[in-house]
């Protein structure tokens, strides 16, 4: 039997001056693209701001969503099932990439050609949909049936409607899976002399305590 793994496409909208600009060239509400080799989105990369608050020097990123610029951001996550194999090729080559980070350059001319349908190429240049599309043109793994050149946000949206596994605020996702894993942790530590659903609830009493409900 083939051993699966999950790759996420987070599609995300901070609403900023240079979102807007990109927005008018995608035409989506959801207009920055990003690959996760997580639920919790920790392992997140695409083509973005370097530095959060200077959205001109950009360039490959290890994305930080707990970061308090991403607290108002809307998103919307999709969950692809692949083979451990394709995994491993996809999270291998980003990898290969970040060792070589410096290299690669946000290819906003890109996107001018997706606007005209021309195809413009750059070496070590991407922009963000454009790097999610190619990281799986790595395997057979297609989830936009166009070269990567030319795929938006929108396109990954569109395709993937049915994978769409959460859409909001990304800092409730964030809240939400980050209490989960603490929860998990806690059960997987309780001794086994406390029953797992009586520690489930205790932690969710400590938790509402803490957040004022009770």
Known sequence: MTANRDIYIVLTGTGTAFSGLIKWFTKAELNHASIAFDSELREVYSFGRKK????????LIHEDFVHPFYSSADCAIYQLRVTTEEYDTMYNHVQGMMQNQERYKYHLLGLVGVLLNIRIDRENAFFCSQFVASVFEETAV??????????TPEDFASS???HKIFS???????????????????????PSSVPAEYAARRMRLNEERAEGIV
């Open 168 to 190: 909001g605020k990304l800092s409730y996702y964030m809240h939400r899976t980050n209490r989960m894993a603490h929860l998990n942790s806690s059960l997987h530590n309780t």
């Open 52 to 59: 959060v608050y200077n959205p001109f020097i950009a360039g």
């Open 142 to 151: 297609h989830p936009v049936a166009k070269p990567s050149c030319f795929v």
């Open 160 to 162: 993937l409607c049915a």
